[in-house]
């Protein structure tokens, strides 16, 4: 069965530290890939996604991914966090050809704290 | 443009009540979806429905049921609430492949 797998379950980091959030997944086929955010109280939106094509994504709030394929991993950085990007990320993938090309496999999802 | 709308946002249930959670989007997509997000174990997918009439189950459906009779209104209803359904529940509706969230609903169950 198809799964995704996020590293680190809780990360602490102090404000202009380097971010990178693991993600890995396991479906040998193409594959479309996401990382949504959900900050504090909030619903879930979009941070970036890749489809194809350049592997390096870029999203919202100087956020970006890049897509190894040979590693089957999608993570996410950012060079410098700020308080704001205190939130929960989640990463999701869904499979082409796996029937209902719409349903994401997600992530358990990692709890991102930045202190000022 | 409201996206996709919730209601209500918090409620209190005690065991083996029912109530149904709406959800509704204008954006005329035809995928919806329902999802829990319960601590530690990210989002689990109830049921989800893929147009009009249509609608189906996912991880988590038991206690659950769903009907999809316009392409906006996608309510999940609880048939009798146990308390291992407290959580927070999240309505979906997507374009293509990319999910758009309601708010939330937060369900305690006494």
């Known amino acids: 069965a198809q799964s995704v797998s996020q590293h680190n379950h809780h990360v602490i980091l102090s404000e202009a530290a380097s971010l990178e959030l693991g993600c890995n997944y396991s479906y040998g086929g193409t594959v479309n890939l996401f990382w949504y955010v959900q900050y504090p109280g909030q619903h879930l939106q979009l941070l970036l996604k890749?489809?194809?094509?350049d592997p390096l994504v870029k999203g919202i709030k100087g956020f970006e991914a890049e897509f190894i394929k040979s590693k089957f991993s999608f993570n996410l950085r950012k060079p410098s966090v700020q308080w704001s990007d205190t939130a929960e990320y989640f990463c999701?993938?869904?499979?082409?050809?796996?029937?209902?090309?719409?349903?994401?496999?997600w992530g358990l999802g990692t709890s991102l704290a930045v202190n000022p | 443009n409201a996206g996709v709308t919730q209601t209500p946002k918090f409620q209190v249930l005690k065991t083996g009540q029912s109530m149904t959670l709406q959800c509704a989007q204008d954006m005329n997509h035809e995928y919806m979806s329902w999802y829990r997000q319960d601590p530690g174990m990210g989002l689990r997918l109830i049921h989800y429905?893929?147009?009009?009439?249509?609608?189906d189950q996912g991880e988590v459906p038991n206690g659950y049921n769903v009907s999809r009779s316009t392409t906006e209104d996608f309510p999940l209803r609880l048939l009798s609430a146990a308390p291992s359904q407290t959580s927070v529940y999240f309505c979906?509706?997507?374009?293509?492949?990319?999910?758009?969230f309601g708010p939330g609903t937060r369900l305690t169950v006494l």
């Open positions: 979906a509706s997507s374009l293509a492949d990319t999910q758009y």
């Open positions: 429905s893929v147009g009009a009439g249509i609608t």
């Open positions: 890749y489809f194809s094509g």
């Open positions: 999701a993938v869904n499979a082409e050809n796996a029937g209902n090309n719409r349903k994401l496999i």
